[in-house]
């Protein structure tokens, strides 16, 4: 039985190899009877030159009975387009051989990317524009882009495996405009950014993963809600200026001089004020109830769960000061005592965000 046509062919269809490697490997699938030498030819499609050939007998190093790799020196060519062919022996004859058809490709030189201005190592706004440059010795242009901010302890295999989720980003770009203006930067937080993105002739390129920090001075904020008690069960909220602390805090939260320290955000907090922390639960609800404290009360007066048990919210008094504990993380309010006498408490969530009242009645 002779051979036949390879199924599977690489490089082909104006696949695109890297012009700058010694050592690129084409490979085909072949099939029918086993191959025991081959001739490649590989031409300038320009031209219509022969730029390279090699006559090579088959050992099991380069051929297991199925895939035939072939090592070329493609620097040796140049960055070009070109096709080759190749002819496959089975028996000693004269005859004894087929040739293949023509399978055409790109030679390149990888494009060399990098954030232009370096990302300087601390960001001092909560907005930032990162900014790439892209340089291909060809002039082939970008295809598109991704410019994707990680959190600090993502790793490149994780971004290589798929298994990464990037904190924010600019999504795919068809431009060759390398930029995007990140937004919502979290002071005293570490991350990640990193570009991504195609060539013209579909070749990937990427930076190394490049680390910054943000810290930039948040203002103290005094909230001033104004409540109005409807009945025993319900009351009208009118939040005013709220305060919104996004995500988690890390490290400790301390009450310092009247104020609530989470890193570097102070929230002045008055008895009965209100202030508003993101959280998502499944669904919006109002949680209201009223509860008269006994003398020298300690610990948990109400709280709600997601439908998941995931995300908590609890109220609490520790003997001098309310506190909030979200998901394991405290927020102590101004000191005040409570007395034996009823309080109305609210927790609500209105979509997007926990927020919590507290009265005598």
């Known amino acids: 039985m002779a051979l036949q046509q390879p199924l599977i062919v690489y490089p082909a269809l104006?696949?695109?190899v890297d012009a700058t490697s010694s050592a690129v490997t084409f490979y085909l699938k072949i099939r029918g009877t086993q191959c025991i030498k081959y001739i490649i030819y590989i031409y300038d499609v320009a031209t219509n030159t022969q730029q390279y050939t090699a006559?090579?007998?088959?050992g099991t190093t380069l051929y297991d009975g199925e895939t035939l790799n072939i090592v070329v020196d493609i620097s040796a060519l140049g960055a070009n387009s070109y096709y080759w062919k190749i002819d496959l022996y089975y028996g000693a004859g004269v005859s004894d051989y087929i040739i293949s058809n023509y399978y055409t490709f790109n030679a390149s030189t990888p494009p060399t990317i990098a954030f232009s201005p370096s990302v300087?190592?601390?960001?001092?706004?909560p907005s930032y524009t990162f900014i790439g440059s892209y340089?291909?010795?060809e002039g082939i242009e970008v295809k598109y882009f991704a410019i994707k901010i990680y959190n600090s302890t993502t790793t490149q295999a994780q971004i290589t495996a798929g298994t990464a989720t990037a904190m924010m980003t600019s999504g795919e770009t068809w431009s060759n405009n390398i930029r995007y203006t990140a937004n919502g930067l979290i002071s005293l937080t570490s991350y990640q950014v990193q570009i991504t993105g195609m060539t013209q002739k579909n070749v990937a390129f990427a930076t190394a993963l490049?680390?910054?920090t943000v810290a930039y001075t948040v203002p103290n904020s005094l909230v001033h809600p104004t409540a109005t008690l409807n009945d025993d069960t319900s009351v009208t909220l009118d939040w005013g200026k709220n305060v919104a602390i996004t995500g988690t805090t890390s490290g400790s939260v301390s009450y310092e001089a009247n104020y609530l320290f989470t890193g570097n955000v102070g929230l002045n907090l008055a008895a009965g004020a209100n202030?508003?922390?993101?959280?998502?639960f499944s669904a919006p609800f109002t949680?209201?109830?009223i509860q008269t404290p006994a003398a020298g009360f300690t610990g948990v007066l109400g709280g709600v769960e997601d439908t998941a048990g995931v995300n908590y919210l609890y109220l609490g008094y520790d003997g001098t000061k309310f506190y909030l504990n979200i998901n394991g993380n405290y927020y102590y309010y101004t000191p005040e005592a409570i007395s034996n006498v009823p309080y109305l408490f609210a927790i609500i969530h209105d979509g997007t965000a926990i927020s919590f009242y507290h009265r005598v009645l």
Request: hydrophobic share 45%.
């Open 14 to 16: 104006d696949e695109t």
């Open 210 to 212: 490049t680390a910054f």
């Open 135 to 137: 340089v291909q010795a």
């Open 120 to 125: 300087p190592s601390t960001i001092t706004t």
């Open 275 to 280: 202030v508003q922390f993101a959280l998502d």
């Open 287 to 289: 949680q209201k109830w």
């Open 55 to 58: 006559t090579v007998t088959l």
